[in-house]
Antibody, heavy 116, light 107 residues
Framework: EVQLVESGGGLVQPGGSLRLSCAAS????????MSWVRQAPGKGLEWVAN????????YYVDSVKGRFTISRDNAKNSLYLQMNSLRAEDTAVYYCARSSGWYDYWGQGTLVTVSS | DIQMTQSPSSLSASVGDRVTITCRAS??????LAWYQQKPGKAPKLLLYAASRLESGVPSRFSGSGSGTDYTLTISSLQPEDFATYYCQQYYSTQYTFGQGTKLEIK
């Protein structure tokens, strides 16, 4: 059974940092692109970042470029999102998702709240 | 960036109705389009990909069509469990984008 389990969310002050993790199981993690997608409270879905199977290609939504870094450790079947210089508008539930272009498996999400 | 515009943003319908949701891309996306259903407090669920391919386990009352910039999701006969929010997503470019969502409510 495919499982994606996010962790690392919480309350952080504006300008602070947070690192999200996503533990994957039930499939060959190193064979798939992976993504982070977020959803602000009461709002729609927003794609955040993609990473290729070997980590050699990474893409970001413009609003997080230079602040967020997506990475992966295929030996640990894990996906990460390092978030720096956090802003109030980054407040959202962050989902990791398995990508074939489309997203067939999603985690349960982890809530990040940026507030003083 | 490719912008995705869904319409309508909300829709009221009854059980048994046929409903259609439209998604328009700001440029051609060559059928690189997926549809998702999301219920409150839950992660999205994949319904269709490649514009018209039904994900395994999804009921056949869901269908997708379109080409170029214009795509549609059709639910042939609404069931009580279909009342939710629906999103389209393009994966044609390296920067993926979602539509703003369509909330389907019970009339």
């Amino acid at each position: 059974e495919v499982q994606l389990v996010e962790s690392g969310g919480g309350l952080v002050q504006p300008g602070g940092s947070l690192r999200l993790s996503c533990a994957a199981s039930g499939f060959t993690f190193s064979s798939y692109w992976m993504s982070w997608v977020r959803q602000a409270p009461g709002k729609g879905l927003e794609w955040v970042a993609n990473i290729k199977q070997d980590g050699s290609e990474k893409y970001y939504v413009d609003s997080v470029k230079g602040r967020f870094t997506i990475s992966r450790d295929n030996a640990k079947n894990s996906l990460y999102l390092q978030m720096n210089s956090l802003r109030a508008e980054d407040t959202a539930v962050y989902y990791c998702a398995r990508s074939s272009g489309w997203y067939d498996y999603w985690g349960q999400g982890t809530l990040v709240t940026v507030s003083s | 960036d490719i912008q995705m515009t869904q319409s309508p943003s909300s829709l009221s319908a009854s059980v048994g109705d046929r409903v259609t949701i439209t998604c328009r891309a700001s440029q051609g996306i060559s059928n690189s389009l997926a549809w998702y259903q999301q219920k409150p407090g839950k992660a999205p669920k994949l319904l269709l990909y490649a514009a018209s391919r039904l994900e395994s386990g999804v009921p056949s009352r869901f269908s997708g069509s379109g080409s170029g910039t214009d795509y549609t999701l059709t639910i042939s006969s609404l069931q009580p469990e279909d009342f939710a929010t629906y999103y389209c997503q393009q994966y044609y470019s390296t920067q993926y984008t979602f539509g703003q969502g369509t909330k389907l409510e019970i009339k």
